[in-house]
Structure formats: C-alpha cells, structure tokens
C-alpha cells in the first residue's frame, strides 16, 4: 500500500527555520514526482512545488519561488519543504502529494504550522 | 483568484444530483490536459476522486462522474448522501506556468 507519511505539527515563531518531512513507502520513492501543497485556514488548496526524487529536479510554483526549499533524500525516501525566516502567514497545513499520471492519488496526513508572532 | 473557477458552493437533497463546473482556459484544460477531481471531508487531507477527466479509482462508487468539454469540466455527484458533504477540487496543468499543477477554488457541497 502506497504510503505517504509527514511529520508532526509544528508551533513556531516568527523568524525562526523549519524543515518538515514526508516519508514515502509502499512504492518505489524515486519513480515518482512529490508536490507540496499549502491549504492556509478556511482556504483552498494552493500548489507550491514538485520535486523529482531521482535526482531533485524541482520546480516551484511562481507564487512560492525563493519563500520556500523543497528537497529530498532518496536514501530516506523522504521528502522536505524548508523555510528559513517563517512569517505568520504561512501558518497552514501542508500536504504532500505523489504524482502519478492518474493525478494526484496518494497524500500525507498533513503538517499544520502555526507561526505566532 | 485562481487559474480555474469553480462555483464557491452547491447543495442539494439526499438523493438529488448535483453537479460542480471548473472552467479554464487554453492554457489548461482547453490545451487538453487532463482534469481531475479531489474530495477533502472535514479535517482530513484531500482525496483523488475522479481522474483523466472521467475515470474513478477503484473504491469510488459510481455515484461521482466527471466530464470535459472544451474550456471546462464539470463534476457530477447523483443520488446524494450525507457522507458527500465535503470541499471539492479540480486539478488541471497550466502550460504558462511550466506545466504546473493548479487548482480551482474548491466548492463547498451542502446536502440539505
């Protein structure tokens, strides 16, 4: 069974780093793209990023590019979306998705981040 | 504002049919990229409902189809219960944006 399991949620202040995780099993981890996608409170989801584990190709949504990192260890089949200075805005819950060619069918449990400031 | 519309809410009857539209543009779902549909219940992570356009997982009744024409595509969701009270989302790529996934705005369905 295709897996996809994320770290913990997060309470952080503003200015801090942040790295979470999304660990992927049931699957070959480098066969498939990984996209993180943010859902702020109350609102829709909103892509940001996808990144190729084989070898990191990755590519950013317009929206998200130099806010955030997105990286990956296959050796760990895991994935990662970084932040250096959070802000209170980007508290939210952060999904992590596997790309597939029949959409996105499998996603992590989410990863709430709640930055106060 | 998002790169595909979708009506903020619909709500029917158990038992009715309800249908959610997501219209695009030629450089999405007019481009032919495929469409495809996601549930999100309360309080969990979104769900894969419907893919290429048209097509369900397996452990998606029939209940949930899913169309495309042209510029748009439109979700349809026929004899209602309550357990489909949900957010739902289509999903398509942009080619101005480097073939990258977008989303609609999501609905919100409301069985009466």
């Known amino acids: 069974e295709v897996q996809l399991v994320q770290s913990g949620a997060e309470v952080k202040k503003s200015g801090e780093s942040l790295k979470i995780s999304c660990k992927g099993s049931g699957y070959i981890f480098t066969s498939n793209w990984i996209g993180w996608v943010r859902q702020m409170p109350g609102k829709g989801l909103e892509w940001m990023g996808i990144?190729?584990?084989?070898?990191?190709?990755?590519i950013y949504s317009p929206s998200f590019q130099g806010q955030v990192t997105i990286s990956a260890d296959k050796s760990l089949s895991t994935a990662y979306l970084q932040w250096t200075r959070l802000r209170a805005s980007d508290t939210a819950i952060y999904y992590c998705?596997?790309?597939?060619?029949?959409?996105?069918?499998?996603w992590g449990q989410g990863t709430l981040v709640t930055v106060s400031s | 504002q998002s790169v595909l519309t979708q009506p903020p809410s619909v709500s029917g009857a158990p038992g009715q049919r309800v249908t959610i539209s997501c219209t695009g543009s030629?450089?999405?779902?007019?481009?032919?990229?495929?469409v495809h549909w996601y549930q999100q219940l309360p309080g969990t992570a979104p769900k894969l409902l419907i893919y290429?356009?048209?097509n369900r997982p397996s452990g998606v009744p029939d209940r949930f189809s899913g169309s495309k024409s042209g510029t748009s595509a439109s979700l349809a969701i026929t004899g209602l219960q309550a357990e489909d009270e949900a957010d739902y989302y289509c999903q398509s790529y942009d080619s101005s944006l480097s073939g990258l996934e977008i989303f609609g705005g999501g609905t919100k369905l409301t069985v009466l």
């Open positions: 998705a596997r790309r597939a060619a029949t959409g996105l069918d499998s």
């Open positions: 290429a356009n048209s």
């Open positions: 030629s450089s999405n779902i007019g481009a032919g990229y495929n």
């Open positions: 990144i190729f584990p084989a070898d990191s190709d990755t």
